[in-house]
């Protein structure tokens, strides 16, 4: 029998989570077994992947910086993950201390771990909620406790929207967070697509399709219309690493390789 | 002590290599030279400037070390596990680290070196190792909290539809696909009587109505058991274990399994057997007569239309409408409750009568009817109407009452091909209606000619207003003459009808009908003036006229507006009065106020003249005192008066005592149907004055008068 839709989520340790996976790529060490095989598997087939999932930490701290910057100082951080090292509350207080920060995931333990670490930090919160129902999402109470949503919040989906599928259709997802937001609102995405290394990109997608989050690699024309409703940022959607890069020593040779779109636009 | 042991190596270095200066790196030097061999290898959060700053602390500590190896191999091991806390986890971190370092580390801190390089090594792999363990349990912990947190919810949620199940007011059962129960809930247990343990692993068909298991089987299995339905909704018997029959309204639902084949039944059933029963008696209700127990009309209506259905017609029907004589009567004078009492036992010995093979119902009042489907002809309904009118000779005994009843029976049978329902309905009311015209107690049948002749005096007794306003009636004139030497005396009105669609009516068509509507006095009214009109034209234009006659209805003898009619059509029209004779039949003669009227009209000047004389019942000492100028035989008494040999004896006599009469009282006499000569010779003769007939000219158009008058 099929799990009816009222009854809750079991958890499955043996499947492979995307947010452990994140959390092995990025050196740590909140992961199991078949989270290990399985990114030891994607690293088989894009031996960047380490650096990928690193430059996608990377685009999140310029992110957050740039919001910072643009006098944004509430955070709403969807597919936040394992709370690893260089997560947004960490970035964000470095610059001021009273940042507010969501944290919001689908996987229980990922949740569970955030609130156990997050604990005794009044300014953020640990949602577990799913991106692809924004109206429940966007009334959490907890949620609504930290943020203001009369005043401009960063929404993060970094790493996230692939993990949607065109069931789902995240353009109308991200129109209805945006039709949430106060204006002066920033949206920061990237997202995994197969513009330049098809066969890698294939066999990922098999790969990530065994896992509880299966994955849809999207154009760079797919990717920007997902910005539908926001004004671009300089330079618009570029591959991950070319988004307002710190150094110019950072930046690649082949940026193409990190198999990633990402950009930042704003809510009129 | 340790400043001293750290000093000669690095000054000897310093006088061998490099200058002093540039032989001893400052903290920054060295976090910029270690910053950039270790970028890059573990994930931090930092950009190159900020490691460096970030690492410039840990570079003084290095470059202040002590000498003696426990305390340089504790500040190694410090900034080892510092590394570590700052993200830094790569293997390569470490082997760069200490490449980098153990290349830059002054020398006057060479024996220090080891230590230092060896502390921070195991202050690396000690914090990391710190580090996994903990971060390994702390995701083994969340995934427990997650995991107790989800089985405790499924836990509650199970609770929840368990509650739903056992406290639900709908009857739930769960059965497995060949129909037996595997779960049933308290509400199905109290509907169906049983506890739900004795309800598990019993055939659900074993609690249906035997009459309904079989439909409720196939049903389950053709449609839902196969997939081809996932739910149906069903009414049916279902009978408790202590013999009650309740009429159970059903849901019965497939549940799949995760390849899409059904695994389980599920049913949920409510108890309707109230609501059923209450709309069996309303239909009940609805369909029957209360007083009787019959069938009502609205029943009958029903069961009319549909022997006229489409699909299977009945191929002939027959119709007994029958009501009961009189019962107005008995109503009135005994009151409703003994009327009430009489329909009871009629309609029960009607039951008897007509047998359970025909509708019987009552259509309201004392009215009742007999529908016979797949009648087989006339003769069947004629019988079964006598049956009815037999079954009514008896009296009826109601509160002390003998009441003889009988009844009228209009009888309607005929093949459905070719009529509908209304229309039986309208010819069962027709012949019902000459049952009671030709004296009641008896049935009629059905006459189509009848009826159409019926229909045709309907339709122009409705026309007749109509015409009146539209002029469509005219007169014609017929020539009276003197038999002495057949002068034109006189000229008689006579109404015509020129109806559009049926042409010129002659007065027998229609004078009838307006005498029963009424309507005859205001014709009556438009005859006087026009044939009043008529004669002043001609005595303009040829100097005299003929005296013009004008016949009256009784109902305008008797009217109170004669006298003014008539003299409103002498005055209108300036015609003399004595130009103007009317004509009245011997009925209208009686009583006192026609005399009244018409002797004012007499000393007008009007001559007045008996029509038909002798055909109706004359008062003749009235006749005597009459205001009454003359006499007109009929043509009854005239017709053998052209036979060649003599006239009929009989006729003679009367004719003779007629004239005798008329002339004793000093009235003229008009003999009228004169055809032929011999008649003409006769009846002057016997002393008729004046004649009038085809001998002399038909009615016709006025124009025809007039050549006549011109000559």
């Given amino acids: ?268 | 002590m340790s400043s001293g042991a750290r000093r000669r190596p690095a000054a000897s270095r310093t006088r061998r290599h490099v200058p002093a200066e540039a032989a001893r790196p400052t903290p920054a030097r060295l976090a910029d030279a270690w910053a950039a061999a270790i970028a890059g290898t573990s994930f931090v959060s930092l950009t190159r400037p900020e490691l460096a700053r970030h690492l410039r602390p840990l570079a003084a500590r290095l470059l202040a070390a002590p000498l003696d190896a426990p305390a340089a191999r504790a500040a190694g091991t410090e900034v080892g596990r510092a590394l570590v806390a700052a993200h830094f986890t790569a293997p390569e971190t470490l082997a760069r680290s200490l490449v980098a370092l153990g290349g830059m580390l002054p020398a006057d801190r060479a024996a220090a070196r080891p230590s230092v390089l060896a502390g921070l090594a195991s202050g690396f792999a000690a914090a990391l190792r710190d580090r996994t363990l903990t971060e390994q349990e702390s995701i083994r912990q969340a995934a427990m909290a997650a995991q107790t947190r989800a089985e405790r919810a499924l836990r509650a949620t199970e609770a929840r539809f368990r509650a739903v199940f056992t406290c639900a007011a709908t009857g739930i059962a769960l059965g497995d696909l060949t129909g037996h129960i595997l779960e049933a809930n308290p509400a199905l247990a109290a509907m169906l009587g049983a506890p739900p343990e004795r309800l598990r692993g019993r055939d659900v068909f074993e609690l249906v109505h035997p009459d309904d298991a079989v439909g409720l089987r196939e049903l389950i299995y053709q449609r839902v058991a196969t997939g081809a339905a996932d739910r149906i909704r069903t009414e049916k018997r279902f009978v408790t274990d202590d013999g009650r029959v309740l009429w159970g309204g059903l849901a019965v639902s497939v549940v799949r399994d995760q390849e899409g084949r059904p695994s389980y039944l599920v049913a949920m059933g409510e108890d309707n057997t109230r609501r059923h029963e209450l709309a069996e008696t309303l239909t009940y209700q609805a369909t029957h007569d209360a007083l009787t127990g019959l069938a009502n009309r609205t029943l009958f209506t029903e069961r009319l239309h549909r022997a006229f259905d489409r699909t299977a017609p009945a191929e002939r029907l027959g119709v007994c409408f029958l009501d009961l004589d009189g019962f107005k009567i008995i109503n009135d004078s005994l009151g409703h409750p003994v009327g009430d009492e009489l329909l009871r036992v009629v309609a029960g010995r009607l039951a008897d009568a007509v047998g359970p093979d025909s509708l019987l119902a009552r259509l309201g009042g004392d009215e009742f009817v007999v529908l016979r489907a797949d009648s087989t002809g006339e003769a069947e309904l004629v019988e079964l109407a006598e049956r009815i009118l037999a079954a009514l000779d008896s009296p009826v005994a109601v509160a002390g009452h003998e009441l003889a009843v009988s009844a009228s029976i209009g009888v309607v049978e005929r093949a459905t091909f070719g009529t509908d329902p209304a229309e039986v309905m309208r010819a069962a009311d027709i012949t019902l209606y000459w049952a009671k015209a030709a004296g009641k107690g008896r049935w009629a049948t059905f006459d189509s000619e009848r009826d159409a002749a019926q229909a045709a005096r309907h339709q122009l007794s409705e026309a007749l207003p109509g015409a009146l306003r539209a002029e469509e009636f005219t007169l014609a004139y017929q020539p009276v003459v003197d038999l002495t030497d057949l002068r034109l005396t006189g000229v008689e009105a006579l109404v015509r009808w020129r109806h559009p669609r049926l042409g010129l009516l002659g007065p027998d068509a229609f004078l009838g009908l307006a005498e029963e509507t009424g309507l005859v006095v205001p014709l009556g009214r438009w005859v006087l003036s026009a044939a009043c009109r008529q004669a002043r034209a001609w005595l303009d234009r040829y100097g005299w006229a003929p005296q013009v006659s004008v016949n009256l209805a009784v109902r305008e003898v008797c009217g109170a507006s004669l006298v003014d009619d008539v003299r409103a059509a002498l005055a209108g029209s300036g015609l003399p009065a004595g130009l103007l004779q009317l004509e009245l039949t011997e009925r209208a003669l009686m009583g006192a106020e026609p005399t009244a009227a018409l002797r004012t009209l007499c000393e007008d000047g009007v001559r007045i003249v008996i029509d038909d004389f002798g055909t109706g019942y004359s008062n003749l000492a009235h006749l005597r005192h009459a205001p009454v100028h003359g006499i007109k035989l009929a043509r009854s008494f005239t017709g053998s008066f052209d036979a060649p040999a003599h006239p009929d004896r009989a006729d003679l006599a009367i004719v003779r005592a007629l004239m005798s009469l008329a002339h004793t009282l000093d009235l003229t006499v008009t003999a009228s149907g004169v055809e032929t000569r011999r008649q003409a010779h006769r009846l002057r003769e016997l002393g008729a004055e004046h004649g009038q007939g085809w001998l002399y000219g038909r009615p016709a158009e006025p124009a025809h008068i007039e050549q006549l008058l011109a000559t």
């Fill in chain 1, 1 to 268: 029998m099929e799990r009816p839709s009222w009854a809750p989520e079991q958890i499955d340790l043996d499947l492979p989570s995307a947010a452990r996976m994140y959390d092995y790529f990025l050196g740590g060490s909140h992961n199991f077994a078949p989270d290990r095989a399985a990114a030891q598997a994607a690293i088989g087939i894009i031996p960047e992947l380490p650096a990928v999932m690193r430059a996608n930490r990377a685009f999140l701290r310029r992110a957050v910086r740039f919001a910072l910057d643009s006098g944004v100082r509430q955070f709403l951080d969807i597919g936040s993950g394992i709370p690893t090292v260089g997560n947004v509350h960490e970035v964000a207080r470095a610059i001021d201390p009273q940042a507010r920060v969501a944290y919001v995931d689908t996987d229980p333990v990922a949740v569970t771990h955030s609130r156990a670490l997050l604990a005794d930090d009044p300014y953020t919160v640990v949602v577990e909620a799913d991106v692809r129902e924004p109206e429940r999402l966007l009334a959490d109470d907890g949620l609504r406790a930290t943020l203001d949503l009369d005043r401009p919040v960063a929404l993060l989906m970094v790493a996230l929207l692939h993990f949607v599928g065109p069931a789902d259709d995240p353009a109308d997802l991200v129109r209805r967070y945006g039709r949430a937001l106060a204006p002066g609102s920033l949206l920061a995405i990237s997202h995994g697509t197969g513009d330049g290394r098809t066969a890698e990109s294939d066999a990922m997608l098999r790969l990530y399709a065994d896992t509880a989050n299966p994955l849809t690699a999207r154009t760079r024309d797919e990717v920007a219309a997902l910005f539908d409703g926001f004004e671009p940022v300089e330079p618009g959607v570029v591959f991950l690493p070319l988004w307002r890069p710190d150094e110019a020593d950072e930046v690649p040779a082949r940026p193409e390789r990190f198999c990633s779109y990402a950009g930042v636009g704003r809510k009129p």
